[in-house]
């Protein structure tokens, strides 16, 4: 179960949203190689550079996420080999930003005043293209060290170009001119945020747009090269790339439904049980404050890493009858940086951090006159304290009748399988299905959760609540809506 190897804390992941981004970084070997033999090639490079500079002014380092061709090259073909690193400190200083510009500026002055000596010449635009391809370059060859050994984005950190960036966005920002079409990263509402820090795991710039979220809902950071991989991978889906007058918008218009009771808790590590090889249950006795009142399918957030204030989602799968102990299952992936952590480092009689209760998603309505609850893997969670609600203690009986799918691939991932069993043995209105897509035996059906859904018979009032993977929630979905629920009576949340 303990893996020999430290879990990185970047995760590599996709960062190329459109065909600009995907394909520009070909400008670089054009420019950069192909200058060498068609000098006049690199006379491209001033045209860039004023395009850069005109747009930073409006929308401080957009360029750099979206178009620039140097960045574009280090996503697309560095991102997948680099070592993915973290950047050193040194190399993000303001010393060395102001000593790389300084150093680019003389070079660059220094070639072009001995260009300038052949004026009128015939080769005076080929040369002065030399110096601008040789320059773009060096850029490749060095930015692509660096991206390779460090991180892709390491050349981003010290970028004259850059640099000048953020001069033209300060100064656009004092013309008023960034006022209106400067998008920065947005919060939905900070409260809405899972503290899970994804968002600066996946950033390029290595930044960290959770921990600094203005009194607006945005990130101010003017390293932010609005590149949207944050908002793209955010699991909570709260952010976006918003103006002034939206984020106020947003911050006016958010719902708060399932996260207003929200607040931190100090518990202790009652018991832990090993359900499978890779699958615990924590049970935690809440200290301070002492009890955690909770719907069936909320949340809670269990802090991983103090010092960055770095939580992690887990559903509530169970509680004692007055909410003083609540317990949470959680499955360890071999990759997966916080569940290595708790695995590793959480013990009975340890003091956590939780943050609780939260979600609005999967809050089953206890009056629906016919639920249907489908999972797959450890989406199973949320069913667990609902099941243990509705018909181990009856606290909150239920008026209709409930069904439960529920899909893994093998025999030994099914958790709760002999409870719900039970359960359903005991309860006129529970029913309880199984199925294994990769069945080790012939105790359990073959399939997939779909397959039990497409012979059943939901009448349109019912309610589903799905919990597993976005496929197969997608496809629960395409069979629901065909069967004649409404789509607005289905109601899905994801572990991604
Ligand atoms: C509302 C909610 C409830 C949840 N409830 C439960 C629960 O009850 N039980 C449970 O076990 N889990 C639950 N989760 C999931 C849980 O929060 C963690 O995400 C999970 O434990 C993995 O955390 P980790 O830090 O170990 O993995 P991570 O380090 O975050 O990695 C997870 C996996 O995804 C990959 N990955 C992650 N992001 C990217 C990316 N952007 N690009 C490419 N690859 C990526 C990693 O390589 C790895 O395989 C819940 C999540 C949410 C949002
Ligand atoms: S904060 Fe988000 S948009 Fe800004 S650079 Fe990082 S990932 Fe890109
Ligand atoms: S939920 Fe996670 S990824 Fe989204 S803003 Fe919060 S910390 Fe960042």
Same mark, same amino acid.
């Given at each position: 179960m303990q893996n020999s190897q430290p879990v990185s804390f970047y995760i590599k992941t996709q960062?190329? =949203?459109?065909p600009a981004r995907k394909y520009i970084w070909i400008l670089t070997i054009v420019i950069g190689l192909g200058g060498q033999f068609?000098?006049?090639?690199?006379?491209l490079v001033p045209f860039i550079m004023v395009a850069l500079m005109g747009m930073s002014l409006f929308k401080g380092k957009y360029w750099c996420g979206n178009f620039c061709p140097h960045g574009s090259f280090f996503d697309n073909l560095l991102g997948p080999i680099s070592r993915h690193t973290r950047i050193p400190q040194f190399l993000k200083s303001r010393v060395l930003i102001a000593a790389v510009l300084a150093f680019f500026m003389f070079n660059l002055s220094r070639n072009f005043i001995s260009v300038m000596?052949?004026?009128?010449?015939?080769d005076f635009y080929e040369q002065l293209g030399l110096i601008f391809s040789t320059t773009y370059l060096m850029v490749l060859l060095l930015g692509g060290l660096l991206g390779v050994f460090i991180?892709? $984005?390491?050349?981003?950190? =010290?970028c004259p170009m850059g640099t000048i960036q953020t001069i033209f966005y300060k100064l656009g920002k004092t013309l008023g001119l960034?006022?209106?079409?400067?998008e920065k990263v947005t919060?939905?509402?900070?409260?809405?945020?899972?503290?899970?820090g994804k968002c600066a795991r996946i950033c390029p710039m290595q930044l960290t747009p959770y921990l600094q979220f203005s009194?607006?809902?945005?990130?101010?950071?003017?390293?932010?090269?609005?590149?949207n991989t944050c908002i793209h991978n955010c699991p909570a889906g709260i952010l976006q790339m918003a103006g002034p007058q939206e984020a106020e918008e947003l911050k006016e218009n958010v719902s708060l439904a399932g996260f207003e009771k929200a607040r931190y808790y100090k518990a202790r590590i009652k018991s832990i049980a090993e359900l499978k090889e890779d699958v615990r249950q924590f049970n935690f006795e809440l200290l301070n404050p002492a009890q955690m009142p909770y719907d069936q399918g909320q949340f809670l957030l269990v802090e991983i890493e103090p010092a960055i204030k770095m939580y992690r989602a887990y559903t509530i799968s169970g509680s004692n009858a007055d909410n003083s102990e609540v317990s949470v299952t959680i499955k360890k992936l071999s990759d997966g940086y916080g569940t290595n952590i708790i695995f590793s480092n959480l013990k009975e009689g340890d003091t956590v951090n939780l943050k609780g209760?939260?979600?609005?998603?999967? $809050?089953?309505?206890?009056?629906?006159?016919e639920l249907l609850f489908i999972a797959n893997g450890i989406g199973i969670t949320p069913f667990v304290s609902t099941v243990q609600s509705f =018909? #181990?203690?009856? #606290?909150?009986?239920?008026?209709g009748k409930a069904t439960l799918l529920y899909g893994t691939?093998?025999?030994?991932?099914?958790?709760?399988d002999d409870y719900f069993e039970v359960m359903a043995d005991q309860s006129d209105n529970f029913d309880y299905h199984s199925i294994l897509?990769?069945?080790?035996?012939?105790?359990y059906q073959k399939g997939y959760v779909t397959d039990i859904l497409k012979d059943l018979d939901p009448s349109p009032e019912t309610k589903v609540y799905i919990c597993g993977t976005a496929q197969m929630a997608g496809g629960a979905t395409t069979i629901l809506v065909k069967k004649?629920?409404?789509?607005?009576?289905i109601f899905y949340e994801s572990f991604v």
């Open positions: 960062r190329s =949203f459109s068609v000098p006049l090639i690199g006379l000596a052949r004026l009128g010449s015939a991180n892709e $984005r390491t050349w981003c950190q =010290f960034a006022k209106n079409s400067d919060v939905s509402h900070p409260d809405l945020c899972h503290s899970c009194e607006d809902h945005q990130f101010d950071d003017e390293k932010c090269i609005r590149c209760p939260m979600g609005n998603e999967l $809050r089953i309505d206890p009056e629906g006159k =018909f #181990e203690r009856g #606290e909150q009986p239920l008026k691939r093998y025999e030994e991932d099914l958790v709760y897509s990769r069945p080790r035996t012939d105790q004649g629920v409404p789509e607005n009576n």
